[in-house]
């Protein structure tokens, strides 16, 4: 427990000493409620994939198909809705596709024993391929307008509704996970899937209902997506793969599995919303850079998280 | 002028963060002689042993192999000064045949480029040939027995022409009569001049092989002395620094057994066949053999974990299909499985998730909420009752020692209640004063009625926990022995 404060301890300072650079370096661009309402309808949806990839990654695995995910609930609930269709009905569509496609990963990873990188991997390309054949390889558009006013619409004149969304299914996830059977399951799989199977636990039911869950935040990711847009593409914000894992680390999660927090991960979503905005606000760095700038966060995280693992164990041993 | 001592270390230091591994050791070894290297787990032997190959750097202390002093001592230089080391899991390449993993060494030391299909042959026959072993040259690694994988160590050892090779703790996997063919070899390169610094902490072999001895206790020395002038009591004290009787005064009476609780009739799985027995409520049944005996699968049987092809199991009467451990767990049976580092704990994660997870179904609602309340006072109570040693309930579980290690595993089981509690090899990597505790605390269990299961090779173990034993041989259950007739000689004769 006294870990999992630290890790967010460091989150929010990192957080802070960032807003006040922003703000101080560029007061009038940065501290705008616009450029606040962007953001926080922006990382609602890589927001949620990233919580998916983190609670894959907590139970020793990964999902890299949760970008695609969204796109083909996305498109999906577009053709049903499109053109005066049912609108609830393409909701429950969107969430039922999301939870098919995690469950089938679950199954992949779990039942089949395949990697979790390479499962994934595999149906990111079959989900992906579905949804060109769903969408005839262009975009979904003809969205109602009832749909398309959530993405308009703010919580007291000031919140987007999709952030509301965002922050609900935050504090859903992070009560499933710290204060659940399954939640504790899926962190002890996660550490030792062996030692689970012989404490009794059904490894495999875990690992389905994990993945599961994961789709079923793909598909809310989906659907904002859909609304925010108007339209839907069977490879759109395919950068988002990299940054849900990048996210997921940065907020303290072990690739390794076992470790890791919901909220750590939902301040990690914001620290890197506000730094890619941050970097849009300087025209002289251009977007060829941004893959380059991402590249070295990931890595440099990695690298402080594997420094303070060992210094932390050093220290657990000196006082057992 | 030869010197005397082949290895001679003095003052050596090492700590690892905040914890002091070896606190000023010292070590010397008389040339040509077979020198035991004692104590208990976590003592620092086995740092000492990567001092002394270069592994680690000492932080302070002098290493001196035949008379030669190395101020920084490296894998290297080791080596060719001829110390080598074989470690337990031998460091040889499974997936290359005998050949490849004798000659490789030898050919990329002479700095050859191309590889020459004779010259590694006969390399690999003079190899095998000073230690008279019999092997087929051709065949993978991997596929030999792990007696074979460790006499390539030894040969690899010697063709780099090791003048001091260090086992440790060689006799681990091996069974009886493979234990008797390492001490012939032994015996023979000590005739060769080979000087051997043993590692162990097994009483019999230590008697059994050694010159003189050397005894460890948290990164200190004790003692050092010739073996002669070493009894058995005075190893138990040096390596605990306790006195205590090592025997559980157990009482066997028949007339308590309650019910039956378990029975096995004409059990078959893969790995074993043909197995039946009865336990009784306050019974301790020990099953022991050998390594690939039979003994771990049929624990795995009755757990759920390996599922019968043919027999039956019943429990309390009613035949039951163990199909996986919940249903096991709804049974009353309980495992505390074999390799706790693997198996049985959850390393990094915290004592109270270890004690707490076969109990989640009871410690939440039905909607599957835990009470943080409840999961903290059940695991603050077994760590209570069965007195785990540690400070603070939220620390990973590998910040314990292997006794307390054991410990949590045992009170997991403990906390669901079971009427059938399996253990298998309870006690391997504890030290003696937590290995006294598990067994007096079973003794105590069974007094209370609940029925157990010991799977062990440790016969002094199944001499003092149980109650009857069955022993195991290639599958199938070669002998069955009552209580009276569990002694040292009966059991060592039935399992050869």
Redesign the interface.
């Known amino acids: ?2 870990k999992m404060d630290s890790n967010i301890k460091r989150l929010l300072i990192i957080l802070v000493a960032f807003i006040i650079i922003a703000c101080v370096t560029k007061p009038t661009a940065f501290i705008k409620i616009g450029n606040f309402q962007t953001m926080a309808k922006q990382l609602s949806e890589y927001g949620l994939m990233s919580i998916g990839v983190g609670i894959c990654m907590i139970s020793g695995g990964i999902d890299l198909s949760t970008v695609y995910i969204a796109n083909l609930c996305g498109i999906l609930a577009g053709i049903t809705m499109q053109d005066g269709g049912n609108v609830p009905l393409a909701i429950l569509v969107g969430l039922v596709v999301g939870i098919i496609c995690g469950s089938f990963n679950g199954f992949l990873v779990s039942y089949l024993r395949i990697p979790a990188m390479l499962a994934t991997l595999g149906t990111y390309q079959l989900f992906m391929g579905i949804a060109i054949l769903a969408s005839k390889g262009s975009t979904v558009s003809g969205i109602p307008e009832a749909y398309t006013s959530f993405a308009t619409t703010a919580l007291l004149g000031y919140i987007p509704l999709s952030f509301v969304v965002f922050l609900l299914l935050i504090l859903a996830v992070t009560f499933i996970m710290s ?4 939640g ?2 899926v ?2 799989v996660g ?2 899937e ?9 490894c495999n039911a875990v690992l389905v209902r994990t993945y599961m869950l994961s789709g079923l935040l793909s598909a809310v990711a989906g659907l904002l997506s859909l609304a925010r847009i108007n339209s839907a593409k069977a490879d759109f914000g395919s950068s988002y793969t990299m940054q849900s894992i990048l996210i997921a680390v940065l907020g303290g999660v072990n690739p390794n599995g ?2 890791g927090t919901i909220p750590g991960i939902a301040i990690a979503v914001v620290i890197l919303q506000m730094m890619s905005s941050y970097l849009n606000m300087f025209p002289g760095i251009s977007n060829y850079y941004r893959d380059l700038i991402w590249g070295i966060a990931l890595i440099g995280v990695l690298i402080i998280n594997f420094a303070l693992d060992k210094r932390r ?8 | 002028m030869e010197n005397e001592n082949i290895l001679c270390v003095k003052g050596i230091k090492k700590s690892f963060g905040g914890v002091h591994a070896l606190r000023g050791v010292d070590l010397t070894i008389r040339r040509g002689e077979t020198h035991c290297l004692a104590g208990e787990n976590g003592c620092g032997k086995s740092t000492i042993i990567k001092v002394i190959s270069g592994f680690y750097k000492p932080d302070a202390g002098t290493i001196e192999v035949d008379g030669k002093g190395y101020p920084v001592m490296t894998p290297a230089e080791a080596i060719k000064a001829g110390v080598q080391v074989i470690y337990q899991d031998f460091s040889i390449f499974p997936n290359l045949t005998v050949i490849e993993n004798l000659a490789f060494n030898q050919v990329l030391a002479n700095k050859k480029k191309l590889v020459n299909k004779k010259e590694f042959r006969r390399i690999a026959e003079e190899a095998i040939k000073k230690i008279k072993f019999d092997v087929d040259l051709d065949a993978l690694v991997e596929t030999l027995p792990v007696a074979d994988k460790q006499l390539i160590a030894i040969s690899r050892a010697l063709l780099d022409n090791a003048k001091l090779i260090i086992m440790d703790e060689p006799t681990t996997a091996l069974t009886k009569r493979e234990v008797d063919r390492l001490f012939e070899i032994v015996t023979d390169l000590k005739e060769n001049g080979v000087t051997i610094l043993f590692v162990s902490h097994k009483l019999e072999e230590v008697f059994e092989i050694s010159d003189s001895i050397t005894i460890l206790r948290n990164g200190q020395n004790v003692i050092s002395c010739p073996m002669e002038e070493m009894t058995e009591e005075k190893f138990a004290h040096y390596m605990t620094g306790r006195h205590f009787d090592t025997q559980v005064v157990k009482e066997v009476n028949e007339e308590k057994y309650g019910d039956v609780v378990l029975e096995a009739r004409n059990l078959t799985a893969p790995g074993f066949e043909d197995v039946s027995f009865e336990l009784h409520q306050g019974e301790i049944l020990g099953v022991t053999g050998q390594l690939g005996s039979g003994r771990t699968e049929l624990s795995l049987s009755l757990f759920g974990l390996l599922q019968p092809t043919g027999g039956q199991i019943l429990v309390e009467g009613k035949e039951v299909h163990i199909k996986n451990v919940s249903v096991a767990q709804k049974l009353g049976i309980a495992l505390v499985p074999e390799d706790r580092l693997t198996e049985g704990l959850f390393l990094p994660q915290s004592i109270i998730r270890n004690i707490t997870v076969s109990r989640m179904d009871k410690l939440g609602n039905k909607m599957g909420i835990l009470s943080s309340k409840k999961v903290v006072e059940e695991s603050a109570k077994w760590v209570k009752d069965i007195g785990v040693a540690t400070k603070n309930h939220e620390f990973p579980v590998q910040t314990l020692s292997g006794g307390n290690q054991q410990k949590v595993v045992l009170g997991r089981w403990l906390a669901n209640h079971p009427k059938v509690l399996i253990l298998n090899g309870p006690t391997v990597g504890v030290d003696i004063g937590a290995k006294y505790d598990i067994h007096k605390l079973l003794r105590e269990l069974a007094a209370e009625g609940m029925a157990i299961i010991v799977v062990s090779d440790d016969a002094s173990e199944v001499i003092a926990t149980c109650d009857r034993a069955l022993v195991m041989q290639a599958g199938r259950v070669t002998g069955r022995l009552s209580a009276k007739e569990l002694d040292t000689a009966t059991l060592a004769q039935a399992t050869v």
Do not use: D, E
């Not at chain 1, 204060?179 to 399954?182: D, G, N, S, V």
């Not at chain 1, 062996?194 to 059904?202: K, L, P």
């Open positions: 427990m006294k204060r659940t059977k399954f504790t399951r962190y002890l550490t030792n062996r030692a689970a199977r012989f404490a009794g636990i059904h076992g470790f164990t050093q220290r657990l041993s000196k006082i057992s």
